[in-house]
């Protein structure tokens, strides 16, 4: 069987890291695409190279041009431009937006059967622009971002506790902003409710506050360290986590942006959930009962997309 077609919309940072994982992991065959002429074509040489020692196969290949996406299985976004220290993900909209028009014309054309998954910023509001643009089908794009915000609520909380972090679960809703909402009611350590360990006297209500404010502010403390760019590494094996939940059927559990009409009481949008991914994309929303404190901070992630989305509509109007 010929070796799943993995198209990388996006050099960058996180580009180029996506492309090293799909080689080392031996997930297919990848085309790193970019604007940039060069930048994809050195990326895909140099990771090509690293194959004799990690002893991969996969074939690595630079484009400028969307006709070398044609067939793609997998299209991974992240075309568009990164956060700088003062920055929000908000400020990012107009620019990105163009982006994603581009982008998503090209897969269209070029490849209307892959599973798209975005992670250009501002998340919730570009995987929405995205699918406009692109026309796929709903469950077939979706966003990156809650596998990340729980890998990063996770990594905090097995500090805390000073266990591994496979034994730690976490559960993030909403948007992917300061208006994110970890649920502490719904994560665990080996199946025990948060909660339930604050009673036990294992932790404290402050720190796992202080824990939940770090997870939302996650993005932030990367790119105030960094400097000239934002967080790339786990963002790029969180994305790779949901590719291959894709292209082996896991039915795997995972948090992401994704359409939500009915659950939840939303109409017809984009925004974190937890859902099912396997060969048919995005193939369940998750829905669950929340108390009145989480869904108070539902509703404010709730309107912060639904902000960001009018706001997209407006400058769609000046684009078209
Ligand atoms: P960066 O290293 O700047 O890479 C972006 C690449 O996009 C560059 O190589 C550009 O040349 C290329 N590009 C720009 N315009 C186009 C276009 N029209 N068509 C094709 N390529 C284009 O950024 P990065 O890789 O660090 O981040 C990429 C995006 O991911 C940014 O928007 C970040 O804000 C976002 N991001 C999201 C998360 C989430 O959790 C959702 C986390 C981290 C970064």
Known sequence: MARPKIALIGAGQIGGTLAHLVAMKELGDVVLFDISEGTPQGKALDIAQSGPSEGFDARMKGANDYADIAGADVCIVTAGVPRKPGMSRDDLLGINLKVMKSVGEGIAKHAPDAFVICITNPLDAMVWALREFSGLPHNKVCGMAGVLDSARFRHFLSLEFNVSMRDVTAFVLGGHGDTMVPLTRYSTVAGIPLPDLVKTG?????????????????????VGLLKTGSAFYAPATS???????????QKRVLPCAAHVDGAYGLKGMYVGVPTVIGAGGVEKVIDIKLDRDEQVMFDKSIEAVKGLVEACKGIDSALA
């Open 239 to 249: 994305a790779i986590e949901m590719a291959e939940a894709y292209l082996k059927d």
């Open 202 to 222: 294992w932790t404290t209500q402050e720190k796992l506050d202080a824990i939940v404010q770090r997870t939302r502010d996650g993005g932030a403390e990367i």
